[in-house]
């Protein structure tokens, strides 16, 4: 079955300063992946996605991600955090092709981000 | 508005009886999900449609049951609810399996 690591349940840091949240998956074949961010008392909401293609891909709000499949990593990294950042943010999988596991999201535990100011 | 609703938001309930949480989408979408969220545990998916008619098994169908005979409405049936089922429950909705989800606001569920 899937998995999905998310390195650190909690990463506290200043405001301005640059973050990365690390995610790692375990998976033989083609992979889809997603960051998506809970904001408190409401549902989530995707950053952004990989499907196939360049392996950077830019979000919303400043955010960006690096999919490499050799290390079967998926971070999330900004360069400089708001305390609107605040949240708790998912990493999450899928596997692509067509089989039966279509349908199946894996979501990683969660990273909480806390920006001080 | 494209929207994902469920009802009720929050509920109390004693154990073993019947209740349905529904899930309404208004944006034609096929898929539809239903997530668990518990504290230290992230999300997990408890079943999936990929279609009217058509659904599957996530990662803790226990204890659940789903219909999908129109494609907006998802409804989650908890047969005999257990103190175990307490939980933050999430419908999610996308045009395909691959896409974005769209996710409801969530239905703070306690069983005493």
């Known amino acids: 079955a899937q998995s999905v690591t998310q390195l650190d349940s909690q990463v506290p840091v200043f405001e301005e300063a640059p973050v990365e949240l690390r995610c790692n998956y375990s998976?033989?074949?083609?992979?889809?992946l997603f960051w998506y961010v809970q904001y408190p008392n409401q549902g989530l909401q995707l950053l952004l996605k990989y499907l196939s293609g360049s392996t950077l891909v830019k979000g919303i709000n400043g955010f960006e991600a690096e999919f490499n499949k050799s290390q079967t990593s998926f971070h999330l990294r900004k360069p400089s955090v708001h305390i609107s950042d605040t949240a708790e943010y998912f990493c999450a999988v899928s596997e692509s092709g067509r089989g039966s596991t279509l349908g199946r999201l894996y979501f990683g535990r969660g990273t909480q981000l806390t920006v001080w100011p | 508005e494209a929207q994902v609703t469920q009802n009720p938001r929050y509920l109390i309930t004693v154990t073993g009886k019947k209740l349905t949480v529904t899930c309404s989408q208004n944006m034609n979408h096929e898929y539809m999900s239903w997530y668990r969220q518990d504290p230290g545990l992230g999300l997990r998916q408890i079943y999936y449609s990929m279609n009217v008619e058509v659904t599957d098994k996530g990662d803790v169908p226990e204890g659940y049951k789903v219909s999908r005979k129109e494609k907006r409405n998802f409804p989650l049936i908890l047969e005999s609810p257990s103190p175990n089922q307490t939980s933050l429950y999430f419908c999610?909705?996308?045009?395909?399996?691959?896409?974005?989800?769209?996710f409801g606001p969530g239905t703070r569920l306690t069983v005493t």
């Open positions: 998976s033989s074949v083609s992979v889809y």
């Open positions: 999610a909705s996308s045009s395909q399996a691959r896409d974005e989800q769209y």
